[in-house]
């Protein structure tokens, strides 16, 4: 008899809304473990809004769930003798989402404890030894800081088995173009409130990593690998049925990918899959690099086939922070080429979606430069329209950098080679975020060159530039 599965994404308190996209990990391994066999449920888990400490209060009690379970779905306070119903519990957990799954995986080792527990994600990734040293109460069968895919498949199976201590087991795929696309659930899609240039929209990635090593980013040091057309088609196809089942007659799509728009040949095998999905508007992610270097070439199929908005990590006005993010792999980047990056974008009708940070080693003159960038960027008009009909206009996000493990800013910090700057130690991963409650951001420092409240208020007032729609 096959063992009974269930993958939980955790709460994300943090955020504002926690149905803008799907979290991919349990949908990608859902397909897989069915491509062999073997059938799964999901239980996505998120904040009671009615209660007022959700936020503070890591507790059931401030949690709802959302159970998809063999067709059916179940909404309803969070109940946690669910996981009596099943053999495995897998978690796929971002920091901020650890508390959580601190939580769940306490109760399940207190009441349940014939019942494996499997954690994955970015977390266990980044903080290995962390998640490998939880107390016995808290602890995880198996940590699966990489790929999850064979791991599950051999957890599943019965290829390995539980110890005293956490299990890691780490496998990472130099190709991932054999893996089913995830499974996705009208009932979950449904609640899915994003939007892009008016139109309902979903959300997928076409590849892992990226080809640049910002310092702030995890992923710099992971290699780009790519799934394989075929699948990307399906997932497509997938998203286009759904929306026509929620009766949304023009429909949106976002990829995800750190580089979505990557040179001129893949931009045009990308384009070419969202037309033939039926999509009337996608959003992609890009390098001002990149936009510079190949302008129309680059840009063009996108337009041509609905693309209406870019993500662009801008990061900072100011040149000696560009400078020490090393954003080219070691090559020269200057604050001008950003601006000329969105310049180009907006005379060919695509909005750019911009995402800076304020740094804990910069003084006054940096604040400046990068709020300028800003107010120059939000103020450029755009030659497009969205399918409202409303002007296509410039978007900014500014958000707070967290150095997270796995960074080299975050190892620069631990030696004390990054100016003006001491992060706290055994930092809560609760507080990693960047982006939540009001444009808000997590607090992981104990010493930066100015004081929070000042970073504090540059942020509000870059954030309050933001434009109603985008």
Request: negative net charge; hydrophobic residues 35%.
């Amino acid at each position: 008899m096959n063992p009974r599965i269930l993958f939980v994404k955790p709460a994300d308190r943090f955020l504002e809304n926690e149905f803008s996209y799907q979290q991919l990990g349990p949908h990608y391994l859902q397909s897989y473990l069915q491509q062999h066999g073997y059938e799964s449920d999901i239980l996505i888990c998120y904040a009671d809004r009615s209660k007022n400490n959700y936020e503070e209060v890591v507790a059931f009690e401030n949690l709802r769930m959302l159970l998809l379970k063999n067709g059916s779905t179940i909404d309803a306070e969070m109940n946690p003798e669910i996981f009596s119903d099943y053999d495995i519990v897998g978690f796929s957990v971002m920091s901020p989402q650890a508390p959580d799954a601190y939580l769940m995986s306490r109760y399940i080792n207190l009441h349940y404890p014939n019942v494996t527990t499997v954690i994955g994600g970015s977390h266990p990734r980044y903080y290995l030894s962390s998640v490998q040293n939880l107390p016995r109460e808290i602890r995880f069968n198996f940590v699966v800081p990489q790929d999850g895919w064979l791991p599950m498949l051999q957890i599943v199976r019965g290829d390995v088995t539980k110890k005293s201590y956490s299990v890691v087991l780490t496998d990472s795929q130099k190709k991932i173009d054999t893996y089913p696309a995830p499974t996705r659930n009208k009932a979950l899609m449904e609640r899915l409130s994003y939007e892009i240039s008016g139109l309902p929209a979903f959300h997928t990635i076409t590849a892992l990593g990226c080809p640049f090593t910002c310092n702030f980013c995890e992923s710099g040091r992971e290699n780009t690998r790519i799934f394989s057309k075929e699948m990307v088609n399906e997932d497509l196809a997938n998203m286009a049925r759904i929306h026509e089942e929620l009766g949304n007659s023009k429909k949106a799509l976002m990829f995800f990918d750190d580089v979505g728009l990557l040179n001129p040949s893949q931009v045009e095998s990308l384009a070419m899959l969202v037309s033939n999905n039926g999509f009337d508007a996608w959003r992609a992610f890009t390098h001002a690099y990149l936009i510079n270097r190949f302008k129309e070439k680059l840009l063009i199929p996108f337009v041509t086939t609905g693309g209406k908005r870019i993500g662009v990590g801008l990061e900072t006005g100011s040149q000696k922070t560009l400078d020490l993010i090393n954003k080219r792999n070691g090559k020269k980047q200057f604050v001008e080429e950003h601006l000329e990056a969105v310049f180009i974008a907006n005379e060919n009708g695509i909005a750019v979606d911009t995402f800076t940070m304020i740094f804990p080693w910069e003084d006054e003159s940096d604040l400046d430069a990068t709020t300028s960038m800003i107010e120059a960027i939000i103020s450029h008009p755009v030659n497009a329209v969205d399918h409202l009909g409303r002007p296509l206009r410039n978007y900014v996000d500014s958000t707070i950098m967290s150095p997270y493990q796995g960074t080299n800013f975050y190892d620069m910090a631990m030696l004390g080679t990054l100016p003006f700057t001491k992060i706290k130690p055994n930092i809560d991963p609760g507080t990693l975020w960047y982006k939540g409650h009001g444009g808000g951001s997590g607090w992981p420092y104990l010493e930066t060159r100015l004081p929070r409240e000042v970073y504090e208020d540059v942020q509000k007032y870059r954030n309050s530039l933001r434009s109603e729609y985008r």
